[in-house]
């Protein structure tokens, strides 16, 4: 069955196309909700919620762009309101203050991308969640401001806090796997 037979099926309410559409890419969208989401009982929670939407938001779909980037921007919506309803991006420093200093570790070159992501679950739901959404989704300061309630300053500051605790964390996984 070709993507576009699937989706016009998943349109039509059909139960089996539904199942082979989740099958499909519940894979990298659980992988999108656990950077997001500490746990895995509320990513899978996330995910699951996140499915509903696209099956009961299929007919909005309009053919233009990618279908699998339409599925993970409702994925990630749905990721962002679990997060508001459980957590305040209260945490703010002022950025001016801050200096961003240059890594002497190479992520790429002494990590696995499975223990990046095991490091990005270390930060906090700030941190990660902006960090996600900037470096990961690529999404703008204000954009982000503006899906998470928060200042453009409060959201440049999360990422820039961010980048300082991945920084110590890798230099740590390096200095541990260094022995």
Request: charged share 30%; glycine share 6%; with cysteine.
């Amino acid at each position: 069955m070709t993507e576009i037979e699937l989706i016009e099926k998943c349109q039509r309410n059909d139960r089996r196309a539904q199942r082979v559409l989740y099958e499909k890419y519940s894979g990298k969208m659980f992988a999108v909700c656990r950077r997001y989401v500490k746990s895995t009982e509320n990513a899978e929670e996330v995910m699951i919620e996140g499915f509903c939407k696209v099956f009961k938001k299929m007919d909005m779909y309009s053919g233009k762009g990618s279908f699998e980037g339409w599925i993970r921007r409702i994925i990630i919506n749905e990721a962002l309101m679990f997060i508001r309803k459980k957590y305040r991006f209260s945490e703010h420093a002022d950025i001016t203050e801050m200096p961003v200093r240059a890594t002497t570790v190479n992520v790429e070159d002494q990590l696995a991308a499975q223990d990046i992501l095991n490091l990005l679950e270390k930060l906090p739901t700030g941190y990660r969640t902006v960090f996600s959404l900037y470096v990961i989704e690529g999404y703008k300061h204000r954009e982000i401001a503006e899906m998470l309630g928060i200042s453009i300053n409060t959201s440049k500051s999360q990422l820039i806090l961010a980048k300082r605790k991945l920084k110590v964390l890798v230099e740590e996984a390096y200095k541990m796997g260094s022995r």
